[in-house]
């Protein structure tokens, strides 16, 4: 018994903290772009956090049908709503804003060094501008050691 609880002590101590990471909803991406999440692209570790932060007003952030790690709940904020979702899946996430989507308000988030589904994420195709800024994200993956 005393054996077990100072193995889970150990185990535990060693463990990294999880950390949480921001996500800014704005009018003007910090990339000059309109209507963009700041940063878009994150790479994470499982276990960590994300903050969406409403900065300007009409925004939400949810994530995109078949473009998350298939094991991976979806999740979805609603509008103006500062909200905070844990990611323990590895793998990409494709998320939205859903009434600007056709002007291309989309992210993507890497948890870990998984990115094998890839391919899924892309063969969906988004709207308008979307789909060109989500190919852009894409080439910020970092592959699978
Ligand atoms: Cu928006």
Known sequence: MAAA???????FGGAAAAADFE???LNKGTD???MGFSPSFLQIEPGDTV??????KGHNAETILDMIPE?????????DERFTVTL???????????PHLGMGMVGLIQV?????NLTELMNVRLPGKAQARMMEL???TSPRS
Request: aromatic fraction near 12%; charged fraction near 20%; proline fraction near 6%.
């Open 5 to 11: 609880i100072a193995v889970f002590v150990m185990s």
């Open 23 to 25: 996500v800014l909803m």
């Open 32 to 34: 000059g772009k309109m």
């Open 51 to 56: 903050t969406f932060i409403p900065i300007d």
């Open 71 to 79: 094991a991976a709940p979806t999740w979805k904020g609603k509008i």
């Open 88 to 98: 323990d899946v590895p793998g990409l996430y494709g998320f939205k804003c859903m």
């Open 112 to 116: 870990g060094n998984d990115r094998s």
């Open 138 to 140: 894409f080439a910020k």
